[in-house]
């Protein structure tokens, strides 16, 4: 039981600073501080952590956001450019799907008389048809799917 008043503590601690406490949850939290030597002891480190960190100075590039905010623009067009091609290349996967249906029973027959003509194994011509009908579409689905953006050396800044 004492273990999870410790453990309610930690955690009104951790969000007083990011999302405050109810009055109520302040109110428990402050009279636990004031019995509690060990939570009270975390408390006061880590408002000492937070003093330490604020009076931090960091040395950040003067253009920085600039730099940022150019690679952000830069990077936008780069996939608007390349946005149109892809669409190309799943309207011409889809209307590879589209005339396989269509075909299908022509290029069915097609094959049964290859059957006929060479009585090759049934399995041989079914493959035969299955093949036909998959790869086009599973090349088109892959050149959609590929990235085929070329390794450029970062520019020196």
């Known amino acids: 039981m004492k273990n999870d008043l410790h453990t309610q503590a930690k955690d009104f601690i951790a969000r007083r600073r990011v999302e405050g406490l109810t009055l109520e949850d302040e109110r428990w939290l ?7 030597e060990c939570c009270a ?7 000492e952590s937070l003093s330490a960190m604020r009076a931090m100075h960091l040395d950040l590039p003067p253009n920085l956001a600039s730099r940022a905010q150019f690679r952000v623009r830069m990077r936008a067009e780069e996939l608007r450019e ?3 091609t892809r669409k190309f290349v799943w309207a011409i996967a889809a209307v590879s799907w589209a005339l396989g249906v269509a075909t299908a029973p022509w290029v069915w027959h097609g094959v049964e008389w290859v059957g006929q003509a060479t009585g090759a194994p049934r399995i041989l011509l079914q493959a035969g048809f299955v093949m036909w009908w998959s790869v086009p579409p599973l090349i088109a689905a892959w050149a959609a799917l590929s990235d085929k953006r070329v390794a450029q050396p970062e520019q020196p800044e």
Do not use: S
């Not at 002891?41 to 408002?47: D, I, P, S, V």
């Open 82 to 84: 390349k946005e149109p």
């Open 41 to 47: 002891a975390e408390h006061r480190q880590l408002n």
């Open 30 to 36: 402050g009279a636990h501080l004031a019995e509690c």
